[in-house]
């Protein structure tokens, strides 16, 4: 039988205030009963050319012990999840810049643009992260507030990072990241070249919502968050290209 496609554009950033539209603003429920939320009060948002861009100078936002909650400081869900298929590939594409403002040298975890594929009935993640001279490709599963992470044979929750330096820095770079259900196999690229191959993923995901943040990656302390210092970022993102090939 011949091969279905079907391509989805997520864009129609001109709506991303209203909520109503394409994209929501993220967060999670807590157990308290309150909700925390990825907004940064002071964010400074621009629409044109069909392009997104969100500047925070500087972060403000954190937790004092929840690791995910303080990473992430200004995000946008995608109000919608996208169905995996069970098999063939499903593909997301899409530009990206990060331009950090006052972020430590050396340090990508500081403060980055990201694009976040995020799967709420596993706990799994597939993300691409820039900062100001590296990137990182990261495959995970991670214990998300409210999520029930199913029981694997191997180490159930596990973020694993691949930093590079081979793209244009504090420019515009072209990402995507592919998904085979059937095989059990993750495909990281960048600018055409892909640059990591995960094969024997341990969970099945199902699907996925789409995430665009500007976060950093700072480890808790027992005093609790060490991610604030003044820093900031400006994040620019195109659409995105999802293809579905079943």
């Known amino acids: 039988m011949k091969n279905l496609q079907k391509e989805i554009i997520l864009g129609d950033?001109?709506?991303?205030?209203?909520?109503?539209?394409?994209?929501?603003?993220?967060?999670?429920?807590?157990?308290?009963?309150?909700?925390?939320?990825?907004?940064?009060?002071?964010?400074?948002?621009?629409?044109?050319?069909?392009?997104?861009?969100?500047?925070?100078?500087?972060?403000?936002?954190?937790?004092?012990?929840?690791?995910?909650?303080?990473?992430?400081?200004?995000?946008?869900?995608?109000?919608?999840?996208?169905?995996?298929?069970?098999?063939?590939?499903?593909?997301?594409?899409?530009?990206?810049?990060a331009r950090p403002i006052g972020t430590n040298p050396n340090d990508l975890y500081d403060g980055f643009v990201s694009v976040n594929l995020l799967d709420f009935t596993t706990g799994a993640a597939l993300d691409f992260f820039a900062g100001n001279d590296q990137f990182a490709s990261v495959y995970a599963v991670l214990p998300f507030p409210g999520v029930q992470v199913p029981e694997i044979k191997q180490t159930r929750y596990f973020c694993i990072f691949k930093e590079d330096s081979s793209f244009h820095n504090r420019e515009w770079n072209d990402y995507q990241i592919s998904y085979n259900r059937?095989?059990?196999?993750?495909?990281?690229?960048?600018?055409?070249?892909?640059?990591?191959?995960?094969?024997?993923?341990?969970?099945?995901?199902?699907?996925?919502?789409?995430?665009?943040?500007?976060?950093?990656?700072?480890?808790?302390?027992?005093?609790?968050?060490?991610?604030?210092?003044?820093?900031?970022?400006?994040?620019?993102?195109?659409?995105?290209?999802?293809t579905i090939d079943s």
Do not use: C
């Open 182 to 242: 059937e095989l059990d196999e993750v495909m990281f690229s960048i600018n055409g070249t892909e640059i990591r191959r995960e094969k024997n993923v341990p969970i099945k995901f199902n699907e996925f919502t789409v995430a665009l943040g500007l976060m950093t990656e700072k480890d808790l302390s027992p005093e609790g968050s060490t991610s604030l210092h003044g820093q900031g970022i400006i994040g620019e993102w195109s659409p995105m290209k999802v």
């Open 13 to 97: 950033f001109q709506s991303i205030l209203s909520e109503s539209g394409t994209w929501k603003m993220g967060g999670f429920p807590l157990p308290d009963g309150s909700f925390h939320e990825f907004r940064e009060p002071e964010a400074v948002v621009i629409v044109r050319n069909n392009e997104l861009y969100v500047r925070v100078s500087p972060f403000t936002k954190s937790h004092p012990s929840v690791q995910f909650l303080d990473n992430a400081k200004h995000m946008y869900y995608s109000n919608e999840s996208i169905k995996v298929p069970n098999e063939g590939m499903i593909s997301f594409q899409w530009k990206m810049r």
